[in-house]
């Protein structure tokens, strides 16, 4: 099949049934598509909707992003996950705020903390309407599929031969709305479950459908068992408040407000005894799970008085915050859900 042909049953498709109406489908406005590809990496449409149109309010420009503290932004991106992403996100629009313009070029984009090839190349061609190629997971799915690629893509040399085939099928002229129909094919009709071959415009000439390999590319590494970890977390109350820490900027949770998590048992027990805390009031657990481990976490939560929260929070290097101020300064899910079940 040419490569005239492919783009033009995707655009034929795209023109019918893609995706016109997402918030951040605007001609001129760079901005607004960089927020929303650093929001859709490893999560989907339906959730980033959820939290695109608040951050955009808050920070409706590069600037107002960029100017911003960390813990201004932190909040608006509480409970999205893989907060590296914002991070790079909120550091790379400073750079642009203080250059006074966006990147012009492909390798400019690549510049900036947090961007890669694929997304430098959405930002070429959603952002600003010049020739970009990308290669996201949808596209992956969708190629290696259409040629039937048995290939492990996570090694590079297959990535690259991959990059090259995507290179090969893209055009130029349409080229924003080419990169969008084959995100939206992806994730509307060419699904990693169940895909919707009935309805693929790519259907006839696939050759994983002729083969009947539809659910079984593009190859998977059998995965991994995920490990369970368990921690306990240290809850001090007074009055209505609770002693809360500001996460270190880089690791887990970074830069976001969390109760102390203590992952060895021992180490909690010696840190209660030389904090003086006694007077155990309740007890709750939850588990959260994240992409490489599952956290199964104990919050023991302590009661005292007025007159200790200074020493306290000096020891701890914490701040005594009621759980609604917490909440709006920016969580981590699993700290949200500690609140509620403690709460009950």
């Not at 002693?243 to 109760?259: E, K, Y």
């Not at 180490?267 to 003086?276: D, I, P, R, V």
Request: with cysteine; net charge negative; glycine share 6%.
């Amino acid at each position: 099949m040419s490569q005239f042909s492919f783009s033009d049953a995707l655009l034929s498709w795209f023109d019918v049934y893609g995706r016109h109406d997402l918030p951040w489908q605007v001609a001129d406005d760079p901005y607004k598509v960089w927020v929303s590809e650093i929001m859709l990496q490893q999560t989907q449409v339906k959730t980033v909707l959820q939290y695109f149109d608040r951050f955009i309010a808050r920070f409706p420009t590069v600037k107002d992003l960029g100017l911003a503290s960390w813990d201004d932004v932190a909040p608006y991106w509480a409970g999205l996950g893989y907060y590296a992403r914002a991070r790079n996100l909120h550091k790379a629009a400073g750079i642009v705020a203080h250059q006074g313009h966006f990147p012009a070029t492909l390798e400019q984009w690549i510049e900036l903390p947090g961007i890669g090839p694929s997304t430098a190349g959405a930002l070429m061609s959603l952002g600003l309407r010049q020739y970009g190629v990308i290669m996201d997971g949808n596209v992956k799915r969708v190629l290696a599929r259409f040629f039937a690629i048995e290939d492990d893509l996570s090694k590079p040399v297959h990535e690259r031969a991959m990059w090259q085939l995507a290179e090969q099928l893209c055009p130029v002229e349409r080229n924003h709305d080419y990169t969008q129909a084959i995100m939206d094919l992806g994730a509307t009709v060419c699904t990693p479950k169940k895909p919707l071959c009935l309805y693929c415009p790519m259907q006839p000439h696939c050759k994983a459908h002729q083969q009947g390999l539809e659910t079984e590319l593009p190859f998977k590494k059998p995965k991994k068992a995920v490990s369970v970890k368990s921690a306990q977390v240290l809850v001090i109350q007074s009055n209505d408040q609770w002693l809360w820490q500001q996460r270190p900027n880089s690791g887990l949770w970074g830069g976001l407000w969390c109760l102390p998590v203590i992952e060895n048992s021992v180490e909690f027990e010696t840190l209660c005894q030389t904090l003086g805390l006694k007077k155990v009031i309740q007890r709750a657990e939850i588990t959260h799970s994240f992409t490489h481990f599952t956290w199964q976490l104990e919050a023991i939560c302590f009661e005292v008085d007025a007159e200790q929260q200074e020493h306290l929070s000096i020891e701890l290097n914490g701040t005594w915050l009621t759980t609604q101020i917490a909440t709006e300064m920016g969580l981590p899910t699993a700290m949200k859900k500690l609140i509620s079940v403690i709460n009950l």
